[in-house]
């Protein structure tokens, strides 16, 4: 048998076979398959009066049924979809190229834009990140983005990396069949409360963070750094830019001129942007208490570095006072005193201790050493 055969059993049965003159190399993993057009579809359902019909039909047929059977809309879930993904439900929901392009994004703030029948949202999901402690590389709070597209009949929720999960979003809402019932805006209500009720619960957590460093920071021996606290602005940042400016989207959708929504969800809303002004007004706080503990540690750097200038220079007096001495019984006058003397070295060695101590013993005294 040739070694080319050898080479061909090698490789279909998995390396089983040795080639002649040696093992064989590693087989290498197999490629990864690619990614199909409509993987990105994580839910697709119609409704009629809060109730979840039966599946099993394409989006368009889905859609078709929903605008000839009152109260009913299709609610369908994407994540991470690609161009086509965009494209084939754009086709199906006549969605503007603009704000398809602006859901491929996910570096949107937040913000709410109308066009003709359809209202644009954008959200930006966040999660905080479990850690044992506060360090200069710690991360503290990861961001993800969902777009929603909202018309009267339908709604497509688009979802950018493993934040902000709605799948117990829609188990909750199919098991409140009455507020489910309310239309597409409900499910609106109900992605942005559970994002904000996640705010927070970061805001708490993140208070937790800052009472320990702040801690560490007005200890007798200060433990925390400057890179601490360093890294907790930088996080801080990252979530202040997902709930500041959800602000202004939550009043357009209840100023009611934007978008028209029922005494009901609108009174939801109302509950959902009261919530986002409190994290944000925690997070103000935050700020602030972050501003005034990097001051507080800056100044005891400050301190600390001019204690050690201070020790510094109290022992390089010593020194200088001994190297005086030397200094001068090194010049090699021919008169100078006690040169002659039995006891001259031995006595010019005691006053230069003697001094030495003495003057050591002012500059503890006075709190430089």
């Known amino acids: 048998m040739t070694e080319r055969w050898y080479w061909h059993m090698a ?6 076979l040795p080639l002649p003159g040696g093992s064989p190399p590693a087989a290498s993993p197999p490629p990864a398959e690619p990614r199909r057009d409509g993987d990105a579809v994580v839910d697709c359902a119609l409704y009629v009066g809060g109730v979840r019909q039966a599946g099993g039909r394409g989006v368009a047929e889905l859609f078709a049924e929903a605008k000839a059977t009152p109260e009913a809309f299709v609610w369908i879930g994407l994540h ?7 494209a084939g439900v754009a086709e199906v929901f006549d969605l503007h190229p603009l704000a398809v392009e602006d859901a491929l994004s996910d570096d949107q703030r937040p913000k709410l834009e109308r066009y003709e029948d359809t209202a644009f949202l954008a959200v930006r999901a966040a999660s905080y990140i479990e850690h044992t402690e506060v360090t200069d ?6 961001t993800g983005s969902v777009r929603l597209f909202v018309g009267e009949r339908f709604v497509v929720t688009v979802r950018h990396g493993a934040i902000g999960g709605l799948r117990a979003v829609r188990a909750d809402l199919e098991a409140h069949q009455a507020l489910l019932a309310q239309g597409p805006w409900a499910v609106v209500h109900a992605v942005c409360d559970r994002i904000v009720d996640v705010y927070l619960q970061i805001a708490a957590a993140f208070q937790r963070d800052l009472d320990i460093v702040e801690t560490q920071v007005l200890a007798r021996e200060a433990g925390a750094s400057v890179g601490q606290i360093y890294q907790l602005k930088r996080e801080l940042v990252e979530f202040r830019g997902a709930v500041l400016p959800l602000q202004q989207p939550l009043a357009t959708i209840l100023d009611g001129r934007t978008v028209k929504l029922t005494k009901e969800v609108r009174r939801y809303f109302r509950d959902v942007a009261d919530h986002n002004t409190r994290v944000a007004d925690r997070i103000g706080g935050f700020d602030d208490l972050l501003n005034s503990m990097l001051q507080a540690r ?19 007096a010593i020194a200088a006072l001994q190297t005086a001495f030397a200094g001068i019984y090194g010049m090699n006058f021919k008169f100078m005193p006690e040169l002659e003397w039995r006891y001259g070295y031995p006595g010019l060695l005691i006053v230069m201790l003697v001094t030495s101590a003495l003057l050591y013993r002012y500059l503890r005294r006075s709190g430089w050493l």
């Open 298 to 316: 800056l100044a005891q750097v400050t301190v600390d570095q001019n204690n050690d200038m201070r020790k510094i220079a109290s022992w390089a």
């Open 80 to 86: 991470d979809p690609t161009e086509a993904d965009m």
């Open 137 to 142: 590389t710690s991360e503290v709070v990861a």
């Open 11 to 16: 490789q279909r049965w998995g390396w089983r």
